[in-house]
Structures are given as C-alpha cells and as structure tokens.
C-alpha cells in the first residue's frame, strides 16, 4: 500500500468511527443543552440498547431474517424501548433533583449509569453476547480503497439521524418549545411551555439515538458486552466538549475529528496506536484552555 | 437511639452467619479467580475445578484428618479488586490459596500472601513479570511467558514465517509476551512490521487494521484475551488479511468463535494443556461434567492438579505451617496429576514447559502438535 492508500484506507476509519462518536454524542449533548445535565448514563444506554436490539432481533429473525431488514426493524423498536426507558429514568432518578445543586444530579447520574452496568452484568454473567446478525462482507473496491456495504449503511443511517435530529430540534414546534427550555426554563413555564414534556421528549430522543448506536453496533461488530458503554460514553463527552457541549452541529463536528484523529494516531510512524487516546485527549485539553467553550460553542451571555 | 440499636442488631447478624465458615472441624482453601468481569467464565472454571478436587479429597479423608471447605475471592481481573479479594482470603484464615488468573490483578497479592504466610498456587497467571514480586510463597504450575514465547517462534520459524505484527493490550500479561516475541524474534534477525497496543474494550480496531494490512507481515501474534481478540481477528479478516493469525493462551477459549465466527478458522493459539485434549484427564473431565453440567474450561485442568498439589503438601508436610509446606512444594516432584509431572525451578515456576499448540477447525479448537 502506498503512503496515499494508508492515508485514504485511515480517513475511511476516521469517518466510520467518528460517525459513530457523533450519534452517541447527540444524544448527550442534547440532554445537557436543555437540562444542563451531564448524563454519564449515556454510554449505559447506548450498551442497554445494543443488548435490546439483539433481544428484538432474536424474535423477528425468524420473520423477517437476520439480514439488513431485520437489524433495521429492531434498531427502531430498540429505540423505542430505550427511549422510554431513557424517560422513565428521568422521571425517577432526575426529575427530583432538577433544582437540587448540579453536583448532586452528576452523582445521581454516575449512580444510574452503576446501575445499568451492573443490571446488564447480572443478567448476562459478564458473558460476551454474540449478535447473531448476518450481514455479509461484500462491498466496493476503489483501488486499494475497500468501502464495506456495512460501512456504507452505518454512516448513512448515522447521517439521516443526525440531520433528522437538526430539523427536529430547527424545524418543529418542540424543537423550538426545546430550545426555548434551554435559554431560560422559568421563562418558558411562564410563556405556556409544557417544561416537563419537553424535558421528557428530550431525553426520549437522545436515548433513542443512544440505543440506535448500540443496535448498529452490535450489527456492525458482532458482539455486546455490559462494560461495552464506558469507554464509548467517555469518548461522546469528549467529542460533545471539543465541538461544544449543547451545539448539536458541535457534537457531529467533535464526533468525527475524534474519529479521524484515533485512526491517523494510530498510523503515525514512530509512535504507534497507543498514542491514539492522547491525541484525543490533548486536542480536548488544548480546546478547553484556548476555547472553553468548544469549537462551536457560544459563550453564555448574562443579560440583565 | 433507635438506630444504633438497629446497626448492632445488624451487626451481631453479620458475625453470627460469617461464624459457620471458620468452623473448627475444617481447613479452608481460599480460591482467588475472576467470577466478574471480562474473564468471569475462566475463573468459574477453575473455582468449579478446585471444589471438585476438594470434594475428592475430602472422600478420601481429607487433608491431616480434616475435611476441606473452600471460600472465594473475586479479583474481577482487576488490581484493585484482586488487592480485597486478598485481604479478604487472607483475614479468614485459610491454610492455602489456589488461583490467579490474570497476571496484572495477580502480582498485586503477591505481596499480602506472603505477608499473611500463605502459600500459593497458581494455575494460570504466567506473566514473566511474576517471578522478581514473588516473596517466596508462590509458586506457577503453569509455564512461563518465555515458555510459550519460544513455542511461538518455534511454530513461525516452522510455518516460513519472516516477519510478525504483535498486538497487546499494556495489562501485565499480554504486555510481558508481547515484549519477550519482540526481543526473541528481532534478536533472531526476523522482523517485527507493527508493535500495536489497543485498549480493553475498544470496540473499533479498524485503524490498527489498516495499519496492519498496509504493512502486510506474514504473520499477526495477538497476546492479550479472546474477548477483544475476536473482535480483532473478525475485522483482520473482513478487511482481507490472508496471513497468519496467531494468539495466545489468554485467547484459548471457545468464546472466540462466539465473536469471531468464521475468521477463526485457521487462528492458531498456544496454549497450555486443557483436558479435552489429555487422554489421561477423561476421568476429570467427565466427573467434571457430570457435577457442573459443563466441559472443563482451559484452565479447569491446571487447577484440579493446583488443588491435588496443595493437598499433598500439606499432608506430606503434616502441619499447616506455611514454611513447612512451602519447603515441601519447593522441593516436590509430583506426579499425581492431569497435565504432566509438577516439581519447581528455584524461581519457583514450572521445571518442564507444557505448551501444546491448538488450532481453530469448523469453530472448535483442536490439537495441531
């Protein structure tokens, strides 16, 4: 392979994974611009998901096939299920600290994502559960270039959520009910805005995508585990930081420059894949020390 | 007022139904495995494998005229974990430990059983980096890093294999074999194309994969446990890697095939000797089977014999104390086991290495020499 296919092959990874990064990202970014919690539960739902995609899928495969079809119909119904529960655990966990101090809420939230993890090690031992799809390996060679069809249908369904979610949040009459909630949640109870409702479609959406990730996932790489949620929900803080935490365009910009810095960092001569996380996490230090507020972050105005 | 009451209520409770497990009438063994955590399946094995040669001991009559009984301690493959599983073992007063799965979470209690004087035996955990940490109450049964190091080469130089990629995951085990392969094959004049370490966990190896494949060695040796190296070889293979891939002991386990599917065929693994391939171990296995409703996992064997060593030692000692059963071990040439004859280097590891080499055929492993 030449120093171009290497460069090519690597910006594919990049854009894969960061793809991926973006999806988990969304959802805690979301959460956090409208309630101003950092939901560490995040990386939980999204292993959550992953194991109700497959639960999903081992009853329809049956009718209608391991394949494509049948990851997409459980990847939706998953997404229904863990964005219940996504609301259900706001509701009990959340909604009785919402006016307590923000520390308080931050452990609550350590404590839930505790709770999933070790809920989901109970239920499966700790076993590695295989995902039992089967999905192919065909795709298409450019050159030294291989594009999986899996890649291909992994970033698209990434990309159709994402932009989903934009016109959502942009477009629609709770999309900007959310945003209201998000610049001032007393001014918009006194403006007619149903807080509560809104707060509860939030954390529908950002978990729904959360299990949407977790479901492809488990498609994508063939196995779930219940610690599989920590790592990824650290990498989708780090992304939601560097792009601006509450910027949804930030969490897909922060998302796929973590990608792509992983994958180059891994290729870099002399140094070799375990430097990928220090590059990660020094764009994160650089960017919180130079722009605190993230790449696409606004600063908060105080108007009086 | 009335919660303190309630606390000491709770409290006398406590101590009264942890009293049975110190009964006098009996010695305990304390187990230190994983039973959570990424290698949970391992180390209920090999529990599973010491109750049963308890249970056979005790048939027989027992160790110095006493029965046996056996506690656990989880060390999650984890320091911090395996440091209170210690603690733990160590403050109930068991006359011996055997276990140690994962050499990082192993090396930590090193230090507290040869504190408390507690011997050890350890069936699995082989990391090289074993030996200087041990204060003298250890000993391995099963072979060292550099043991299954030189039954690697042995196999690529067999196979025409010139040049190797290493993978490791910087935990105390894999780290330490992929260390000593990089040293031995470069000091032999072969080449070494990448020297990758992922993280535990990682779900996405595609940038090391790209990293491999661009550099295309003849072979991929990875040294760390099946969990992540199914993931691995899946990817390696998806992305077109025809080389050789080979793994090591910590990857002997028919999970890989669970996560890896078919990219498993042909993975070639080192490992030491497991009962399914032992003539002389059909017996183990089969009351293995018959108790547990499970075939013996790779580690099951080692610590069946781990178990059978203890109690001799303690008998042909004939007390309890901890120096005598150590000198006892040290200088033990027991034959009375599954997996080949058991007696001790000064270093207090394994005088015969025992590595066979397995490979992936139709999802199961089989014996390849």
Known sequence: MSIFDIFTNQLLNGIVLGSFYALVALGYTMVFGVVKLLNFAHGELYMVGGFAGFLVLSFLAPYVGPGWLGVAVSMLLAMIAIGFLGVVIERVAYAPMLSAPRLSILITALAVSLVLQNGMLTLTKGQYVPFGAALGFGGVRLGNLFISYNQMILVGVAAVLMLG?????????????????????????????????????????GSALAAAAGTMAGAYYGSLWYFMGFLIGLKAFTAAVIGGIGSIPGAMLGGLILGLLESFGTQLPGVGSEWKDVFSFSVLILVLVFKPTGLLGKPEQERM | MRNVIKTAAGLVLAVALGMPALAQDALTI????????????????????VNLAIDEINKAGGVLGKQLTSTIGDDGCDAQLAVNAASKLAASGVVGVVGGYCSGATIPTLKIYGDA??????????????????????????????????????????????????????????????????????????????????????????AVVTAITSANPDAVFWTAYYADGGLLIRQLRERGYQGLIAVGDGSNSPELFKIAGPAAEGVIAFSNPTAEFLPQAKAFADAYQAKYNAAPGPYSTLSYD????LAWALNTAGTTDSAKVIE??????????????????????????????????????????
């Open chain 2, 30 to 49: 304390g187990i230190m495995v994983p039973t959570t955590g990424s290698e949970a399946t391992y180390g209920q094995d090999m529990a599973n494998a």
């Open chain 2, 306 to 309: 781990a178990m059978k060593l």
């Open chain 1, 165 to 205: 979610l934009e016109l959502f949040v942009s477009r629609t009459q709770y999309g900007r009910a959310m945003r209201a909630v998000a610049v001032d949640k007393d001014m918009a109870r006194l403006m007619g805005i149903n807080v509560n409702a809104v707060i509860a479609i939030t954390f529908f959406l």
């Open chain 2, 117 to 206: 004087k507690i011997p050890l035996i350890i069936p699995a955990a082989n990391s090289t980096k074993l030996i200087p940490e041990n204060p003298g109450n250890a000993f391995m049964i099963n072979s060292t890093g550099n043991d299954q190091v030189a039954k690697a080469i042995e196999y690529f130089n067999g196979k025409g294999v010139k040049s190797i990629a290493i993978i490791n995951q910087g935990d105390a085990y894999s780290q330490d074999l992929a260390d000593l392969t990089k040293k031995n094959w470069e000091a032999a004049g072969n080449k070494v194309t990448n020297f990758e370490v992922t993280n535990k966990g990682e779900q996405d190896y595609s």
């Open chain 2, 328 to 369: 006892t071990l040290q200088g033990a040439d027991f034959t009375d086991t599954i997996s080949g004859p058991i007696s001790f280097t000064p270093e207090k590891t394994l005088a015969r290495s025992n590595f066979v080499v397995l490979e992936g055929k139709g999802g199961a492993w089989t014996l390849a020499q």
